[in-house]
């Protein structure tokens, strides 16, 4: 059974860095793409990085670009997204995922596993 399981989410202030991890248990995924996503209230479920096996992050434009950081650990089968200049908006439930298929997945409906969420709020 595939288990991804999130840890890392708590209240920061306006400016500061959390650190979330990505633990997966029961299978490997050291050759697919993985992503992080969060979801805020009344908001739909949106993209904030991904990684495939080899290779850069990849960012949405202007919300989190040089802000937040997607790396793997493929020997833990591990992923971390590193949030640095938090900022109020950021706050919302944080989700990691392991895409369905190879290549670059944006959209929540393009993953197979879903982690719990961890939360992130951030106050001003």
């Known amino acids: 059974q595939v288990q991804l399981v999130e840890s890392g989410g708590g209240l920061a202030q306006a400016g500061g860095s959390l650190r979330l991890s990505c633990a997966a248990y029961g299978r490997t995924f050291s050759s697919t793409f993985m992503g992080w996503f969060r979801q805020s209230s009344g908001k739909e479920r949106e993209f904030v990085a991904g990684m495939g096996r080899v290779g850069e992050g990849i960012y949405p434009p202007n919300s989190v670009k040089g802000r937040f950081t997607i790396s793997r650990d493929d020997a833990r089968n591990t992923m971390y997204l590193q949030m640095n200049d938090l900022r109020p908006e950021d706050t919302a439930i944080y989700y990691c995922?392991?895409?369905?298929?190879?290549?670059?997945?944006?959209?929540?409906?393009?993953?197979?596993?879903w982690g719990q969420g961890t939360q992130v709020t951030v106050s001003s």
């Open positions: 995922a392991v895409a369905n298929t190879n290549g670059v997945r944006t959209l929540p409906a393009q993953y197979a596993y």
